[in-house]
Structures are given as structure tokens and as C-alpha cells.
């Protein structure tokens, strides 16, 4: 189906030691991050609107609608700077998931997150251009994750071939504890009062 073949999103992480050198830094896009993963059953969709928590944020085109109701997704509200958006992720291997994405205003996003708090997390991006010419998103992660460093980078296949950059460590593709929503979920539990 080509609009599933348009929505799939591939991608490799990997670690990074980020104790040393930072060469990913040099001449890289900057972003502030902060992203918050929501609860699935706070949202629905009604007659071709997405809604959180009854609050109307976004229309849908048809095929994003059949999309959404075919799987099971999580939910990820994000402001990168001054940006907000709203994404919806549906893993479908170890490497692979179909992803929904959204601009949403400020005061929707904000009416989102005002029914929280949620797990979230904080992080400064880097998108850094490899001399083969992909980009790479490294995230370094700040708050109580500070000094955990993540590259990703985005392929159009599975069996795509890639340069690594030395800074490049262990891969943790698919390794769901690796994936922002574990970490921002690990980070949830380690706060919540101890009764």
C-alpha cells in the first residue's frame, strides 16, 4: 500500500560516548527539545479530527484516519524550539514504524499537557551531515539523563548502506528500552511518590 510505504519511518540508533570530543557539534542544526509521550486513550478521532483529551488539534486526511485505526500507537507531543508537534508512532519490526505527524499550536499543545504531568524528556538535537551524505540526529539528553548521547540515523530501507562515524558506538536498534518513550517512562517511575 503506498500511503503505509510513505508513513514508514527506518531508522538505526546507536550510543555515544559524548565524554570527550563532540564533533558532531560542529557546524550541526540545533534544537531544544522537550517531549512528553501521552497516554493512547486520550485520544480519539471524530469525523476527521484528531482530538486529545476533547480537545480538537488537527484534521486528518482519509488515509490517515484508516492508518490510525489499523494499529496501536504511541503518543508523543513535542516542542523543538518554537515549534509544536503532535506524533504518533506504531513500531512494526525491530527497526521500522509507521508515523503520523502533525504542527499543532501552542495553546493546543498546552491544553494537551495541562492534564498531566506525563513522562517526558529533555534533550538539545544535533542534525549533523555525513560526508556520505546522510544526516544524523544525535541527542544529547539532559535533566536526570544528562551525559546519555543517541545517534540516529534515517534510511529509506532496511539493507541501506551507511558510513559510520567514529564516534558511533553500540547499536541499540529495537531495543525498546533504548526507545525516548522507555527512557521517559524509566524517568516517571523514578519520581513517583513511594508509598
Known amino acids: 500500500m503506498k500511503v503505509l510505504n510513505e508513513l514508514m519511518e527506518i531508522e538505526r540508533r546507536f550510543l555515544v560516548d559524548g565524554r570527550y570530543d563532540k564533533p558532531w557539534r560542529d557546524g550541526a542544526r540545533v534544537f531544544n527539545i522537550q517531549q512528553h509521550y501521552v497516554p493512547f486513550e486520550a485520544f480519539t478521532v471524530v469525523e476527521g479530527w484528531m482530538n486529545g483529551f476533547g480537545h480538537p488539534l488537527t484534521t486528518m486526511t482519509e488515509e490517515e484516519v484508516d492508518v490510525w485505526s489499523s494499529s496501536t500507537w504511541v503518543i508523543r507531543l513535542r516542542k523543538m ?3 509544536h508537534i503532535l506524533t504518533c508512532k506504531s513500531r512494526q519490526s525491530h527497526d521500522s514504524s509507521l508515523e503520523l505527524e502533525w504542527t499543532v499550536s501552542k495553546e493546543c499543545f498546552d491544553a494537551v ?16 551531515a555525513a560526508l556520505d551524505e546522510h544526516v544524523w540526529e544525535i541527542d544529547e539528553f539532559e535533566g536526570a539523563l544528562a551525559g546519555v548521547v543517541l545517534a540516529e540515523i534515517e534510511l529509506s530501507q532496511s539493507d541501506q548502506a551507511f558510513e559510520t562515524p567514529e564516534w558511533v558506538g553500540h547499536e541499540v536498534t529495537g531495543l525498546e528500552s533504548w526507545s525516548n518513550n522507555a527512557l521517559s517512562n524509566m524517568l516517571s517511575q523514578k519520581h513517583a511518590p513511594q508509598g
Open 113 to 128: 499537557l495541562a492534564n498531566g504531568p506525563f513522562p517526558h524528556v529533555l534533550k538539545t538535537r544535533y542534525k549533523w
Open 81 to 83: 524550539n518554537e515549534q
